[in-house]
């Protein structure tokens, strides 16, 4: 017969670091790995609880967990619920902010390796709420980028003004391709996609729309000495710019484009939010 020990090395190294704090002994949590951290941190945390010590622990996990800086958001990017799981029981504001925005940001979905019924009712409420405010917006973005318009004089420009038939046939140009784009992000993963689409109106420039290929465009449609498109092009990307603005703001440490996070990071989190 084979004795195995009740409790696994992990856990009693745990118990030891949190039992050491009462003596001034600091933790030894990794500081190379963030998911050696991770793990560590969610068994002190674990043993803290047990021993009805958690607010003991609280600050020293924390200060080791944010010594990592972009490593940690890179891997809270990768698996925010679990991490929202650590930040909770550490009554970690910073932390628990950066998961919340990918949490409501990415919501109906959760593509992470911890699914989102771990977390509470209450919590999983409280994306919802969230992110329905969100599309509420959305909605409303949508609504004037499908509406931007040139005005000639106090009205917008309409396909009967033969000195302006250009600048009319500009604005379809552009409001179609909103539209198409649009089309685009009407399934059900559109939460994975829609914020790289309102960041990019908001970058504006060549980042969609070119110049050039809406010259060439414009030529094959009319035989006319366009003078103003550039100009033209640029006002409508700079209207677009503007409505998009609330919906193309980052509340992430990451910058998400470079991260490859295609949802909306934009949702402010105040101490409503937090479950604590």
């Known amino acids: 017969m084979v004795l195995r020990p009740l409790i696994d090395s992990a856990t009693v190294e745990a118990y030891g670091q949190v039992l050491g704090l009462f003596y001034n002994i600091p933790l030894r949590i990794a500081t190379n790995e963030v998911k050696a951290a991770l793990s560590q941190s969610e068994m ?7 021993l009805e010590c958690l607010p ?5 996990v924390s200060n080791a967990i944010a010594d990592y800086r972009q490593q940690l958001y890179r891997a809270i990017k ?25 949490l409501v940001g990415a919501y ?5 390796p911890t699914k989102r019924n771990a977390l509470t009712n209450e919590l999983r409420q409280r994306i919802t709420t969230r992110s329905k405010a969100l599309d509420q917006i959305c909605l ?20 009967n003004d033969s000195q302006n038939k250009e600048t009319w046939l500009l604005v379809q140009l552009f409001r179609d391709a909103i539209s198409r784009q649009l089309h ?18 908001a970058r504006g420039g060549s980042n969609y729309m070119d110049y050039e290929e809406i010259s060439k465009l414009c030529a094959s449609l009319m035989n006319s000495d366009w003078r103003d498109l550039g100009e033209e092009l640029k006002l409508l990307k700079q209207y677009a710019s503007r409505a998009v603005q609330v919906l193309a703001s980052n509340e992430l440490m990451l910058d998400p484009d470079a991260n490859d996070v295609g949802y909306l990071t934009c949702v402010k989190v105040g101490k409503q939010d937090f479950p604590w």
Not at 44 to 50: F, G, L, S
Not at 56 to 60: I, K, Y
Not at 108 to 112: A, T
Not at 188 to 201: E, H, I
Request: charge should be neutral.
């Open 56 to 60: 003991l622990v609280r600050p020293h």
């Open 184 to 201: 685009t992000l009407d399934d059900k993963r559109r939460a994975l996609s829609c914020g790289t689409f309102y960041r990019k109106l």
């Open 140 to 159: 409303v973005v949508d609504r004037e980028l499908l509406m931007l318009t040139i005005e000639v004089g106090d009205s917008p420009v309409a396909p």
């Open 44 to 50: 002190i945390v674990r043993v803290a609880t047990a």
């Open 108 to 112: 109906p979905l959760s593509p992470w």
């Open 78 to 102: 990768a698996d925010p619920v679990r991490w929202t799981l650590l930040a909770q029981s550490l009554q970690n504001e910073p932390l628990f902010t950066e998961c919340f925005v990918h």
